[in-house]
């Protein structure tokens, strides 16, 4: 098949040039003198993402799943209650798991499209006056439906009702892309993954945690092994692992951490929400069709669930977009099964690479019987990336370049020969 695939699932998202370069080395001893350096380096990186001083990131080699249950099972024992609102298929498989080790969840449940119910939130915490409730599990970015939730708000609620709960956070698809304050916010466990936001392959799980949560650890009885906090402790304060590391993504990550630098996580966050603006006018305005998410307060900068209208199999349109036009786009999981399809807007990204999807997505549509006017979708992004100011990352020119001394000039190379 000619010319390349676009990826525009929310997740494994674009690997940049750079950090796909970055990762392709030699495997080296990770028991040797050089390797502490490239772990502090990482976790000086991860802080930073974070916007951490307090916590201790963690990276293990697993999807971002497998610190969920390092979250809850290095803090909580069995039949402890956590409180958890479900609104997506990743809000409730972070539930699933809870009751699967054995919690008790009280769960909240939510209208799919909607985000964390934080007048319900605070009314639990503040009867909860035995402080029954040990964590409180909130989803930042809902990938299922593209909803973002309102964290410090949570962490509001909590301080209102006095309450003591650790607070929970899965940002797997928001670290790096949306603006999380794991410090400011006072959040305990934040659970994240190497494929999304930080736009490197799967398989690193990443975590952070505050030293509330790692106290927790002697008292909580729930089983952990592999993913047991105090090992990983132990072994990175040497700048070592308690067993092998994922040595390439490490070093995709050291690279992934660097352009986030570079280009300021402050402006890596603009750029999300100036991208994601963008693919929303192309929705609404353009299609005039519904995002998945009922309210502006939960418009997610890193994926955009689209409904389809009745009678339109949104099975079909991915399918489509795929076999015809090489585009792979996110389909509606669960609940939303069929109904909608997803735009991944995270990670390596700008305007013009967004309007492959746009225009991918409208064909597709357009071939499954939509009726929308064609061209409307690109247009109505082309005028909002147009209209509003750019965030730096979009439109950094290069400084001229210094011809290095080594290399002969044309001139001087002319005049020699
Ligand atoms: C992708 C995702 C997960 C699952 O992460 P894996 O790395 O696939 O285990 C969990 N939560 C959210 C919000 C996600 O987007």
């Known amino acids: ?37 490239i772990t502090h380096t990482i976790m000086a990186g991860l802080r930073e993402v974070f916007r951490t001083q307090a916590g201790t990131p963690f990276i293990f080699p697993s999807s971002g799943t497998g610190c969920w249950e390092a979250a809850l099972t290095n803090t909580l024992s069995p039949g402890d209650k956590v409180l958890a609102a479900r609104f997506g298929q990743f809000s409730h498989l972070w539930i699933d798991m809870c009751e699967r080790l054995g919690l008790d969840v009280q769960i909240v449940e939510c209208e799919w499209g909607t985000g964390v119910p934080l007048q319900q939130y605070e009314e639990i915490l503040k009867a909860d006056t035995q402080h ?42 928001s670290l790096g892309c949306i603006d999380l304050r794991f410090d400011d916010w006072r959040i305990d466990m934040a659970v994240s ?19 509330k949560a790692l106290a ?24 070592y692992f308690p067993y092998t590391p994922a040595l390439p993504l490490m070093y995709g990550l050291i690279e992934a951490l660097k352009m986030i630098r570079e280009e300021g996580l402050d402006n890596v966050i603009a750029r999300h929400h100036y991208l994601a603006e963008g693919v929303r006018a192309a929705v609404t305005q353009g299609w005039q ?39 792979s786009l996110g389909g509606g999981l669960s609940k939303v099964a069929g109904k909608l399809f997803r735009i ?15 225009n991918g997505a409208e064909m597709a549509m357009l071939d499954c019987g939509v009726t929308l006017q ?15 100011e750019a965030p730096s990352g979009l439109c950094a020119m290069p400084e001229p370049r210094e011809v290095p001394s080594n290399t002969p000039r044309p001139n001087t190379a002319l005049a020699t020969s």
């Open 1 to 37: 098949m000619a010319g390349r695939n676009f990826l525009f699932v929310p997740g494994p998202t674009n690997v940049p040039d750079r950090i796909q370069r970055a990762m392709m080395v030699s495997m080296e001893d990770h028991r040797s003198p050089r390797f502490p350096q």
């Open 374 to 388: 064609p061209g409307s979708g690109a247009a109505a992004a082309g005028h909002y990336w147009r209209t509003h």
């Open 193 to 211: 993954g190497s494929q999304k936001g930080l736009m490197l392959p799967a398989g690193l799980g990443i975590l952070c945690a505050s030293p």
């Open 289 to 327: 069709l519904k995002l998945c998410a009922k309210e502006q307060r939960w418009h997610s900068d890193t994926v955009s669930a689209v409904m389809l209208p009745e009678g339109i199999a949104g099975t079909e349109v991915i399918s489509r977009a795929y076999q015809r036009y090489n585009l």
């Open 216 to 239: 927790m650890y002697p008292s909580s009885k729930l089983k952990r092994a592999y993913f047991d906090l105090p090992d990983m402790i132990q072994s990175n304060a040497t700048g």
């Open 132 to 173: 029954q409730i040990k964590a409180v599990l909130i989803c930042h970015n809902e990938t299922a439906t593209g909803v973002t939730s309102d964290i410090a708000g949570v962490r509001e609620a909590l301080d209102e009702a006095a309450h003591p709960a650790l607070l929970f956070v899965d940002c797997v698809s």
């Open 344 to 358: 991944g807007h995270l990670g390596d990204m700008n305007e013009i690479h967004l309007m492959a999807a746009i």
